[in-house]
């Protein structure tokens, strides 16, 4: 009996393996067999051409520099404000840890729509300061597309910092001190060696979104003529002549670049992790700024939020509201018809409602499909649980683009045999293998808080492993399940770059719906459609969130 189980178990993790291979191995293989692959026969030549052919060059040249501009910027804006929630009286403030993640909840895109009203010529800016003339414009550069994704980027930085300061204790700071050292001192020889490897960590991942982000390089990079990686390559897979060959290779190149920064960052990680939690207590450290440090702290504070959530809310929700664009700011030429158009017009209901079903439906099969590999992993041993956990959290450290690519030609090769390929299925299949590592992760999150113990009572009580699972696991980890569900929905709804790539002729989503408008001309009318995403994601965050908490009160 025994015998039988563990060869039905052994059967289930051969077969998820297979699974998981099929949707994000061979998609992977296929990028790099096409690179290298020219006329049914292997050229490395050929690819090795089409990298050091001088256009792509540039590419690589400008996706590099993009991505360490961000990181500085972003250092600049998340260290300091890092600082003052952890280490200052402002921290109290705990209503700024949300404000502060509303740039990253809001889709890269959406928020350079924003500023580019915003900045334009006789954009926003310049209407409600018409004295400044033309100084608005200079936003069109290379800086400006900088600051933008640096803006998006921060928040997630500035969370690593500030946790990592939090842990940093009170009697480390007050030993230098004691000794004579300044605040500059002790910033420099106590704060900075401790924060190296969560800096190296959020530095290095900040590095590889700047180098996958489609939404802003496409909206705001292409207006200044700065094209990057991912840009390129929807370009060559897109635009005729259509060009697979050149978009795998510089695929191949970028999944090199973001590989070699993972294995970085775990190598900076090893040499640079300090153990400054343990069983003792520590106080935590608080500076009370003088009046005039406090005012400072809120001058900085409220000129960041304006400048990351108030000007490209501010443009987006004026451009909505606006009946003719030439009249601009002026009294009586604000309406509501561009909100009611979109629930008028069957191309804009068909919009939201593909976006919909299209987040429902592979956070749905992402949440199964996440909990069984979770489920499996836990029961694997060996090299079988390390390969297993490696393939379902690799989408995470691959630029979505690559995958979407990957994903193309592979399951456009095999058409004949699974006609998946131009149809609906094959974008709910590209969200699924984009955002599996979500569950997986907060999965295994929840799993790691179950006490073993449980589990092996509900067996002893003569429990199946069925109905332990139903009555004690599944119970347990609903709040994880629940996140990942819930994170799946907010991102696949405004997902911009798999919808451009592989949708079917005809089929709009809210994001392809945002651009087509912004493109065409019809602004305001985009602009609405991305307020009423925005709306709709922070309501889902918000809801999920209340049923969690009723879940965890009862």
């Not at 404000?99 to 924003?114: D, E, H, L, R, W």
């Not at 800016?125 to 069109?140: D, R, V």
């Not at 045999?417 to 969200?431: E, F, H, K, Q, R």
Request: proline letters at 4%.
């Amino acid at each position: 009996m025994r015998s039988s189980s563990t060869l039905k178990s052994s059967a289930a993790l051969w077969l998820l393996l297979l699974l998981l291979a099929g949707l994000i191995l061979c998609p992977l293989i296929t990028i790099f067999a096409k690179a290298v692959t020219i006329d049914g026969r292997l050229d490395f030549y050929y690819a090795w051409s089409i990298i050091a052919d001088g256009e792509n060059l540039q590419t690589i040249w400008n996706s590099l520099l993009l991505g360490i501009s961000v990181v500085l910027c972003s250092t600049f804006i998340a260290a300091p404000t890092a600082y003052l929630l952890a280490r200052t009286q402002v921290g109290q403030q705990k209503w700024l840890d949300i404000v502060f993640m509303v740039p990253f909840m809001t889709p890269p895109y959406i928020a350079s729509m924003g500023w580019i009203l915003f900045m334009q010529k006789r954009g926003l800016f310049q209407q409600l300061f018409p004295a400044t003339g033309s100084f608005s414009e200079g936003f069109f550069s290379f800086g400006g597309l900088v600051l933008v994704m640096s803006l998006h980027v921060f928040p997630f930085m500035m969370t690593m910092l500030k946790n990592a300061m939090l842990n940093i204790p009170s009697s480390l700071e007050e030993s230098g001190s004691v000794f004579g050292a300044g605040f500059s001192q002790r910033l420099w020889k106590i704060f900075t060696p401790l924060l190296t490897g969560n800096y190296a960590i959020g530095a290095l991942l900040v590095f590889v979104k700047t180098l996958s982000e489609y939404g802003t390089p496409y909206t705001l990079g292409r207006r200044i003529g700065f094209y990057v990686f991912t840009t390129d390559i929807h370009r060559y897979s897109t635009t005729a002549p259509i060009d697979f060959g050149r978009s795998a290779s510089l695929s191949s190149v970028l999944v090199c670049i973001c590989m070699g920064m993972w294995l970085l960052q775990n190598y900076m990680t090893n040499r640079h992790t300090y153990r400054l939690v343990s069983g003792k207590g520590s106080r935590p450290a608080r500076h009370q700024l003088s009046a005039v440090g406090l005012f400072a702290a809120w001058i900085w504070i409220v000129v960041l939020i304006l400048t990351a959530i108030g000007i490209p809310y501010f443009a987006i929700i004026a451009t909505s509201l606006i009946k003719l664009r030439g009249y601009g700011l002026a009294a009586g030429n604000f309406t509501f018809a561009h909100y009611q158009e979109l629930f008028t017009t069957s191309k804009s209901l068909n919009a939201i409602w593909n976006s919909i079903f299209l987040a429902v439906t592979s956070a749905t099969i992402c949440s199964v499909l996440g909990t069984l590999v979770v489920l499996a992993v836990r029961k694997a041993k060996g090299t079988m649980k390390k390969i297993l956990e490696s393939m379902s959290l690799l989408p995470e450290m691959l630029p979505g683009i690559v995958l979407i690519i990957g994903i193309m030609l592979f399951w456009n090769a095999i058409y004949k045999a699974i006609p998946l390929y131009n149809t609906i299925g094959i974008m709910v299949l590209a969200y699924v293998v984009l955002y599996l590592p979500y569950t997986v992760q907060y999965v295994t999150s929840a799993f790691t808080q179950i006490n073993d113990n449980l589990l092996q009572a509900g067996r002893t009580f003569g429990g199946s492993p069925t109905y332990v699972f139903r009555r004690v696991t599944l119970p347990m980890i609903s709040r994880g399940i629940l996140a990942g569900w819930m994170m799946i929905f907010i991102i696949a709804f405004r997902e911009l770059v798999t919808a451009s790539l592989i949708a079917p002729p005809n089929t709009l989503v809210v994001s392809t719906y945002i651009n087509r408008e912004f493109e065409q001309g019809s602004v305001s009318l985009g602009m609405a459609m991305a307020v009423l995403c925005v709306l709709i994601t922070t309501t889902t965050l918000l809801v999920m969130n209340a049923i969690s908490s009723r879940g965890v009160k009862r």
